[in-house]
T-cell receptor
Framework: NAGVTQTPKFQVLKTGQSMTLQCAQD?????MYWYRQDPGMGLRLIYY???????DKGEVPNGYNVSRLNKREFSLRLESAAPSQTSVYFC??????????????FGPGTRLTVT | AQKITQTQPGMFVQEKEAVTLDCTYD???????LFWYKQPSSGEMIFLIY??????QNATEGRYSLNFQKARKSANLVISASQLGDSAMYFC????????????FGPGTRLSVLP
């Protein structure tokens, strides 16, 4: 069981470039999430997918798009990267969004720098 | 709106002693869950413990216990017999069952265990 995997681990982009962060989970979880973590702050939700076929905005969705490709995979796309998007990005999944089964399992993170 | 407050940016504890990390929350949801995560310097987010708002007893997981005081809206994490490997950032998070089903994270507390 690999849990939640993310690629790449590190990325440097120039302003205006685009890229897609990939996330996959092998726990048969229904819900998946993308967060960003900035220094001195907790995690902030960018987008989530409560179940396969649905996606919704979180707290900080501007500048991002997502695709829930299938039950396993949930990707995050930056169409035109900006320095303000320099951050560590975490993907997470959970069995459901209720109670103890709502606990989230996190991937190792992607450290993104936009110059 | 839901909010998590962690008022201790940094804490020190002597090895083998117990330590309490504070967490207070605000929500209008009648049912909710509280979670604690550990983030070591390697960066991954590790789930520690869960407390449901209607659970009769305080949650325990090995050396971790949650001091849940519903009327005071506090969910403090207690780590007993601290170990050097406990040095990390600790995040408190909550999720409502009805009004706000997404995780809201606090800013975190950095715990340093001294030998």
């Amino acid at each position: 069981n690999a849990g939640v995997t993310q690629t790449p681990k590190f990325q440097v982009l120039k302003t205006g470039q685009s890229m897609t962060l990939q996330c996959a989970q092998d726990m048969n979880h229904n819900s998946m999430y993308w967060y960003r973590q900035d220094p001195g702050m907790g995690l902030r939700l960018i987008y989530y997918s409560a179940s396969e076929g649905t996606t919704d905005k979180g707290e900080v969705p501007n500048g991002y798009n997502v695709s829930r490709l299938n039950k396993r995979e949930f990707s995050l796309r930056l169409e035109s990267a900006a320095p303000s998007q320099t951050s560590v990005y975490f993907c997470a999944s959970s069995e459901s969004r209720q109670g103890d089964r709502g606990k989230q399992y996190f991937g190792p993170g992607t450290r993104l720098t936009v110059t | 709106a839901q909010k998590i407050t962690q008022t201790q940016p940094g804490m020190f504890v002597q090895e083998k002693e117990a330590v309490t990390l504070d967490c207070t929350y605000d929500t209008s949801d009648p049912s909710y869950g509280l979670f604690w995560y550990k983030q070591p310097s390697s960066g991954e987010m590790i789930f520690l413990i869960y407390q449901g708002s209607y659970d009769q007893q305080n949650a325990t997981e090995g050396r971790y216990s949650l001091n849940f005081q519903k009327a005071r809206k506090s969910a403090n994490l207690v780590i007993s017999a601290s170990q050097l490997g406990d040095s990390a950032m600790y995040f408190c998070a909550m999720r409502g069952q009805f009004f706000g089903q997404n995780f809201v994270f606090g800013p975190g507390t950095r715990l340093s265990v001294l030998p």
